[in-house]
């Protein structure tokens, strides 16, 4: 199975400021998910990048808020942007499909003050 | 629209013991896939078990296994000879099939699981 690298690990961040998460993989996928897990909470898909159109997003999120890059088929970016203490939950980027099974990164902790 | 349920938000069992932990789901699919996901404190998750729907038998793996019953939409894991490495928050999931092109995962609530010395 794939395997992710995922950065920064954990973030402290400014409220109004932005962060960009990264994930990289260690072979070639069509699909990548993105979620955030709140404090105490389950797994919600923000979206589903494909490399070379633009991501597709869940209820409830928005690109402006969650711009998301895939420039290649290893490779993708989450922006959390202009944030507030409500984005502040573990971020998880993912591959797979349902045959294959699902691999995550290791987490992103965002913390906003 | 698919569903994923877990109804124990906590569960404890003493080491060496075994623990059950149930979960029901919702689809109008016939051929899926069904996971449980262990997440332990340093957030990683890791995949315990998959089962795949159109096998009768019930998966295995080593100390985990799965009670699948297909009519009843009910995939619980069982965890034999409990060890406290095995806290954890449980999470059982399903790949919903999105127009086709676009398997995500729906995950239930989770159930938080802590073996006992």
């Known amino acids: 199975s794939a395997v992710i690298s995922q950065k920064p690990s954990r973030d402290i961040c400014q409220r109004g400021t932005s962060l960009t998460i990264q994930c990289q993989v260690d072979s070639q996928v069509t699909m990548m998910f993105w979620y955030r897990q709140q404090p105490g909470q389950s797994l919600t898909l923000i979206a589903t990048a494909n490399q070379g159109s633009e991501a597709t997003y869940e209820s409830g999120f928005v690109i402006d808020k969650f711009p998301i890059s895939r420039p290649n088929l290893t490779f993708s970016t989450l922006t959390v942007s202009n944030m507030s203490p409500e984005d502040s939950s573990i971020y998880l980027c993912s591959v797979g499909r349902g045959q294959d099974g699902y691999t995550f990164g290791s987490g992103t902790r965002l913390t906003v003050v | 629209a698919q569903t994923v349920t877990q109804s124990q938000p906590e569960m404890s069992v003493q080491e060496a013991e075994t623990v059950t932990l149930s979960c029901t789901y919702d689809?109008?699919?016939?051929?899926?896939?069904l996971f449980w996901y262990k997440q332990p404190p340093s957030r990683q998750m890791i995949l315990v078990i998959r089962q795949e729907a159109y096998k009768q038998q019930n998966a295995t793996e080593n100390r985990f296994s799965v009670n699948f019953q297909k009519a009843a939409k009910s995939f619980s894991l069982k965890i034999s000879d409990s060890q406290l490495g095995d806290t954890a928050m449980y999470f059982c999931a399903f790949p919903a099939n999105s127009g086709g092109s676009n398997y995500k995962l729906t995950f239930g609530k989770g159930t938080l699981l802590t073996v006992n010395p």
């Open positions: 689809t109008s699919e016939n051929n899926y896939y």
